[in-house]
């Protein structure tokens, strides 16, 4: 009934119409969408790759409306070790000029088109902080590439963002601007942590200069009201690592990185400090608590604290009775006399001393409460341990009594050289035989 009605040779025809013109053409046509759309979608991965200074993936593209591009399963990875170093479901960048989204050819000098700002939204973010050793070089690298990629300003937002350091917390939102300055590269990061919303928030900052002779990196954070994991910060100030998982920081890090070593200042507040793992590393004597440190300034040069002042308490926790003597010993701090050995554990209730260094030596403080003034270290029966009898005490006695008794030279352990690292040590310093004292019973 079908043929007799259109005819054996009508639908023959229109058979073959379709499968050999229109089919082939619907064919062709996508095949060089979807071809297109890779090409594009490896170009601005290469582009961006380059200017970031790292391995960018991109899972889909597309062109939204016009000024607008999206990308879809968005991995940055170091270009050296192939180690994720950020993951991003959903990324949208925004030209003020839809023109700027021309192909990157080589014509355009790989290059933007136009010195225009660029808005950039990542939906989430996912950043291991554990896969990023080198991050200072690559933050130097990134810079660079911005600054010369065209774009005279780019504001960054990300909907919610988990940084793990090893373990997870959450960001709920970022807000950033990355902005060429002259010879200047800066990039501003503000972000309020999920369980301190509606407060202060912490501001992140990196500025590369450039200059005839290479270029610099500087970098600070501040806290605000947050109190950040000294793990996180860790890869700011290393030596934050060293303070423990449960401890935190809340202040201020402004670090210029230079060939002899950092230089810098910083102020702030340490919570949870355990100092049974830090005597036990770095210390020759037996201390422990958890340790509360305000420090109101230091300055940094070369690597090396050239000024510093705050204060420390502990309480309440125990402590060998050699901190005791050597401390005594070494440093002209009075102390009741304690029958016992150098090993034996002494309990405390609090352990309160302000301290203030420059390069002159150091001076000690006692700020117990509830005892008379210029106390070091009580216990429930009253002082132990008063401030030096002297106003300054030299950097060589101090490491002598921290190390633990090996004379009056400062000894050349692995202790004593972590201890040193820290100090600006003068060539007039004195040892600790200057400030021996009766008052050890030993």
Request: positive net charge.
């Amino acid at each position: 009934m079908f043929f007799r009605r259109f005819g054996l040779k009508r639908v023959l025809w229109a058979a073959a119409f379709w499968l050999l013109g229109v089919f082939p053409a619907v064919t062709i046509l996508v095949t060089g969408w979807w071809a297109r759309t890779l090409y594009y979608r490896d170009q601005w991965a290469e582009w961006l790759g380059d200017r970031l200074a790292v391995r960018f993936q991109i899972g889909g593209l597309e062109f939204p409306r016009p000024g607008v591009i999206c990308f879809r399963e968005v991995n940055l990875q170091d270009p050296d070790r192939g180690a994720i170093l950020l993951q991003s479901s959903h990324v949208q960048i925004r030209f003020d000029d839809p023109k700027q989204i021309a192909p990157l050819s080589s014509r355009t000098g790989g290059r933007l088109q136009g010195e225009k700002s660029v808005s950039v939204h990542l939906v989430d973010a996912k950043i291991d902080l554990a896969h990023l050793p080198n991050w200072r070089e690559l933050a130097s690298r990134g810079l660079r590439g911005v600054s010369h990629g065209g774009v005279r300003r780019i504001d960054v937002t990300v909907g919610k963002a988990t940084i793990a350091s090893p373990y997870e917390f959450a960001v709920p939102k970022v807000k950033g601007t990355i902005q060429k300055l002259g010879p200047v590269t800066q990039a501003d990061f503000h972000f309020q942590l999920a369980q301190s919303e509606g407060s202060q928030p912490v501001h992140i900052r990196l500025v590369r200069h450039e200059e005839e002779e290479g270029s610099s990196l500087a970098y600070g954070i501040h806290t605000g009201s947050a109190q950040l994991p000294c793990r996180v910060l860790a890869k700011a100030v290393p030596a934050f690592a060293e303070l423990g998982a449960a401890s935190t920081f809340q202040g201020f890090i402004w670090v210029h990185t230079g060939a002899d070593g950092p230089t810098g200042q910083l102020a702030g507040r340490w919570t949870e400090v355990p100092l049974s793992g830090i005597s036990s590393q770095f210390l020759g004597h037996r201390l422990e608590g958890h340790a509360i440190v305000h420090l109101e300034m230091a300055r940094f040069e070369a690597g090396q604290v050239t000024e510093a002042r705050g204060y420390l308490e502990v309480g309440p926790g125990r402590c060998s009775a050699s901190l005791i003597y050597e401390l005594s010993r070494q440093m002209a701090m009075p102390a009741v006399p304690l029958r016992l050995s150098p090993e034996q554990v002494v309990s405390f209730t609090q352990l309160a001393v302000g301290f203030s260094w420059d390069r002159f030596g150091v001076r000690i403080t006692g700020r117990c409460s509830g005892t008379s003034a210029g106390i070091v270290l009580r216990d429930q029966a009253g002082p132990i341990l008063a401030q030096p009898a002297v106003q300054s005490v030299p950097f060589s006695a101090v490491v002598n009594a921290l190390v633990g008794p090996e004379g009056d030279r400062v000894p050349a352990s692995g202790r004593a050289i972590w201890l040193l690292q820290w100090l600006p040590l003068d060539g007039g310093s004195t040892t600790g035989s200057d400030t021996r004292m009766a008052a050890n019973p030993r």
